[in-house]
């Protein structure tokens, strides 16, 4: 992770030179086409962004074999692990701009103000119990409970990461001086690069869960579930 937020934070110093020299010969191409224009340019309210985590109820589901749910992840594939239950949650990231701009007489030239809105979370988040062990017994039971840490784990984690999302992108796009460009190509733009570059880059951040989900996992955790019950967990593990 170290390793990555190093490189990341070289490409992004170099994307914004890049952007703010852009900006600049835009800026001035803008004056010297209208120089009203310019000044109106001004009046646009900041950019914004806005991060708005997605929290929805755990779904359940306790119709498939343990067989189906050990290869429903590569969280477990190692052929030496028993699986007695599983939960995942599905990484979901979204963004959408809104847009106020204003366009010079000639239709040549626009300057916007951008209010972009990025959604993310786990949605679905789902908690399977094998089949093998019915509804309201103690195997199930302990199972289910075991299972809901790595439903509380996705939640938690998306809502850690919200702070440093919010932080990167504000970093990246709010500014009190608008965007400028040809006309019909700033919302373009902006929701490109969040498409193509920053939502990439939260769906890694969603994706770093699963080294905490392993840390549940424990040889100890496992012992525990399977000496629970009067060892009947334990009786189906030998199996």
């Known amino acids: 992770m170290t390793r990555y937020w190093q490189a990341y934070v070289v490409k992004k110093s170099h994307w914004r030179r890049l952007a703010s020299i852009q900006m600049a ?8 086409q209208n120089p009203a224009l310019a000044d109106e340019c001004n009046k646009l309210p ?27 992840s590569d969280r477990y594939a ?16 979204s963004a959408r701009v809104a847009t106020q701009l204003l366009r010079d007489p000639t239709g040549r030239w626009e300057c916007a103000s951008h209010q972009a809105q990025v959604e993310i979370g786990y949605q679905p988040i789902t ?11 103690c195997a199930f039971k302990e199972i289910y409970q075991h299972e809901l840490r790595h439903a509380q784990t996705y939640r938690d984690h998306a809502r850690a990461i919200v702070p ?30 969040l498409n193509d570059r920053w939502l990439p880059y939260i769906r890694r951040l969603l994706s770093a869960v699963e080294s905490q989900q392993r ?9 525990k579930v399977s000496k629970a019950c009067n060892g009947d967990i334990q009786r189906f593990m030998r199996r």
């Open 25 to 32: 010969a835009v800026a001035l191409a803008l004056a010297q």
């Open 46 to 72: 900041p950019s914004s962004v806005s991060v708005r985590l997605l929290e929805s109820d755990i779904q359940t589901n306790y119709q498939r074999s343990t067989a189906v749910l050990k290869g429903m």
């Open 78 to 93: 190692d052929p030496r692990i028993t699986l007695l239950g599983l939960t995942l949650g599905k990484a979901t990231a």
């Open 127 to 137: 908690l399977y119990v094998g089949r093998e062990f019915p509804e309201g017994s």
């Open 164 to 193: 440093e999302i919010e932080a990167t992108l504000r970093e990246r796009f709010v500014s009190e001086e608008p965007t400028r460009g040809p006309s019909g190509s700033t919302q373009a733009r902006i929701q490109s690069e």
């Open 215 to 223: 840390d549940i996992d424990t040889p100890e955790e496992y012992e």
